[in-house]
């Protein structure tokens, strides 16, 4: 059942106010529900407590006119039917009323009672649309303010007519700068042309269209935007363009940042020097550089047409797909090793091949970049180096035994027969004998080393044994220099996997070396401590400590001090290289700690070894 249609009459005139309800209650038979007010300030109170679809309003009204009354009652009650009523007929008094607001403008005719029926039904019906219209709006407007992206509406004349707050921001400005404004009026014909055709061609053609735009906003900053354009027809059946942003500044950026890294990678890897490729998850090559097809004589087309096993030597690719098993799994994704190719033309190159994983977002491998140096030379120099070290090496040691021997012959069973003079002179040529057999030993170490072919005989030891050791085995070098060899209380029981000889040979470079740059009457302190899981042994001299720039490259070949005391003493300067490499290669570490004018201690750690665990002792290779 539908509610009876609510009225108020506002009339200070009681037979009109009688006269309105007998027209009322004779036209809907009863169903109009009527209230009634005699002046404004009774009217107002009833409408802040009931509900009105139409007000009957008389013009003339005590204390202040119905258009004043008018003005009030639309500002709280927008869409609410009012017909204004007077006796008066003045079109002036209709035109104010109109632009009041009013719903209508009726005259107290005696037609009244066949005109105000069906004038306020059309009031009524209208107010209903209006309400409808606004709620429409207000819903579409806070979905447009809710919507993330820029949105604008314009008219046929590509004037703005509104906008969500994103389209503002974007813009920089204020909806008062850009409303009953056209691009135009605001931007350089540049940027206003091309927008100004797009807008034409969805006017034109009524269909959506989608461009990609540059927008450059009030403050002068570009931006990048994908717009989608369409038509639709607002209430008043206007034909208008709506327009959707997406604002892609930041992923053009990005693009632009990703084709010029890509640019400049493609450069690079063609100008490269060294021969590069970026190789696929199964090997196949996808780009080459010219300097890969020179060095592997093949032809880019026909490496991109195979894969890298196919021309990689057969001893080589075992290896190889291990070592890419492992890279592809490997958080960091990179490893460098030496390898052998196949030629074209048939002989065997040997490179020195970097490769490092290059992966998707998620994590997956992409491609490989891969380097490769030509070590072929290189390696053919260093088998000629080792060979001419080699046999220099022992072409210097078989005469210098026999001197060795001789002069040993001529200090004992002579020793009588010779003059003070010849017996210095005989012991000066078996210390310098000595130190050329030591010279030689260290350059053919060193060569081992590089060539990976010094072999480790790993075995279980008792660290405070080889400490021990050590101790009494260079007790007498140390005492030539006027110094003694103190070692305190060695913990029992830590055990280390080491190569005893080269151990010792460490340790005897170190107390060497503390005894040579000690004072006299000086002392060398060895000591052992467990720091966490590994055993430490230390060496510490009372000489005049390691200056600090010479501190970096203490560890170098030919490492020696620049200052006097160092160079008077003896040495080469490769026998700190050497300690540091067999430490290294036998999973240990070695470093030390100084003090201008107090001393120096050396250290090697290594990690403490499990008797019960360990297997019987074998013999490995660590180069």
């Not at 063609?270 to 996808?286: K, Q």
């Not at 080589?316 to 030629?343: P, S, T, V, Y």
């Not at 490492?559 to 160079?567: E, F, G, K, L, V």
Request: net charge negative; hydrophobic share 40%; glycine share 6%.
């Amino acid at each position: 059942m539908t509610d009876p249609c609510a009225i108020l009459i506002i009339d200070d005139n009681a037979d009109d106010r009688e006269y309105y309800r007998r027209i009322l209650n004779a036209t809907k038979d009863g169903s109009y529900r009527v209230a009634e007010a005699e002046d404004g300030e009774s009217a107002l109170a009833l409408l802040r407590t009931e509900r009105f679809d139409c007000i009957l309003l008389d013009y003339s009204l005590p204390g202040r006119n119905g258009l004043d009354l008018l003005r009030l009652i639309r500002a709280d009650h927008p869409h609410l039917a009012i017909i204004m009523l007077t006796g008066q007929g003045d079109i002036d008094i209709a035109v104010r009323a109109i632009k009041e607001k009013a719903s209508d403008y009726l005259v107290k005719s005696p037609d009244l009672r066949e005109r105000l029926d069906p004038a306020i039904m059309l009031a009524v019906d209208n107010a209903a649309t209006a309400r409808k219209a606004d709620l429409s709006r207000r819903y579409l407007r806070q979905m447009l303010e809710h919507i993330p992206d820029p949105i604008f509406m314009k008219d046929e004349q590509h004037r703005w007519i509104d906008g969500n707050s994103a389209f503002w921001a974007l813009m920089k400005g204020l909806p008062a700068t850009f409303i009953g404004k056209t691009d135009h009026d605001l931007f350089p014909a540049a940027q206003a042309d091309p927008v100004r055709a797009s807008e034409q061609n969805v006017f034109a053609s009524g269909q959506v269209h989608v461009c990609e735009e540059e927008c450059i906003d009030l403050e002068g900053k570009k931006h990048h935007l994908i717009t989608k354009k369409g038509l639709f027809h607002d209430h008043e059946d206007r034909t208008l363009l709506v327009g959707v942003m997406h604002d892609i500044t930041v992923l053009k950026t990005q693009q632009d940042a990703l084709a010029t890294s890509e640019r400049t990678f493609r450069l690079a890897i063609e100008n490269a020097f060294n021969g590069m490729a970026l190789v696929s998850p199964e090997g196949r090559w996808l780009k080459v550089n010219k300097a890969l097809c020179q060095l592997l004589g093949y032809r880019e087309i026909d490496l991109l047409a195979n894969d890298i096993a196919s021309i990689t030597h057969p001893d080589d690719r075992l290896r190889e797909e291990e070592l890419l098993a492992d890279i592809w799994n490997d958080e960091q994704g990179m490893c460098q090793f030496e390898k052998r190719f196949i030629h074209f033309r048939g002989p065997v190159i040997t490179v020195m091949q970097s490769m490092s994983v290059i992966r998707h977002s998620d994590g997956s491998p992409n491609h490989l970049v891969v380097q490769m140096l030509d070590v072929t030379e290189a390696r053919k120099i260093d088998r000629m180096k080792s060979e001419f070290i080699s046999t220099v090496s022992h072409e210097l040691r078989t005469p210098l035994t026999s001197i060795r021997g001789s002069l040993g012959l001529m200090a004992q069973p002579f020793a009588a027969e010779l003059t003070p003079a010849g017996r210095e002179l005989i012991e000066i040529a078996g210390e310098n004998c000595e130190r050329l057999i030591a010279i030689i030993n260290d350059i053919l170490d060193i060569d081992k080393i590089a060539s990976g072919k010094m072999w480790f005989d790993m075995e279980l030891h008792d660290a405070a044994n080889l400490v021990e050791r050590a101790v009494r085995t260079n007790a007498a070098y140390a005492r030539k220099f006027g110094i003694a060899i103190r070692c305190g209380d060695l913990p029992q029981g830590c055990w280390l996997s080491v190569d005893e000889t080269r151990f010792g040979q460490v340790m005897a470079n170190l107390i060497s070396n503390a005894a040579k740059f000690s004072g006299t009457a000086s002392s060398i302190d060895i000591a052992m401590e467990r720091i966490g899981g590994h055993v430490r042994i230390s060496v510490t001299d009372h000489g005049e400590g390691i200056a600090e720039e010479f501190r970096d490259r203490i560890f170098g070949k030919f490492a020696q001090a620049d200052s006097s005391t160092a160079r008077r003493k003896e040495g080469t300067g490769l026998g700190l290289h050497i300690s540091r490499q067999l430490i290294e290669k036998m999973g240990g570490q070695i470093g030390f700690e100084s003090e201008v004018g107090i001393g120096t201690t050396f250290w090697i750690d290594f990690p403490q070894a499990e008797p019960a665990v360990l297997p019987e002792p074998l013999s490995t290779s660590r180069a």
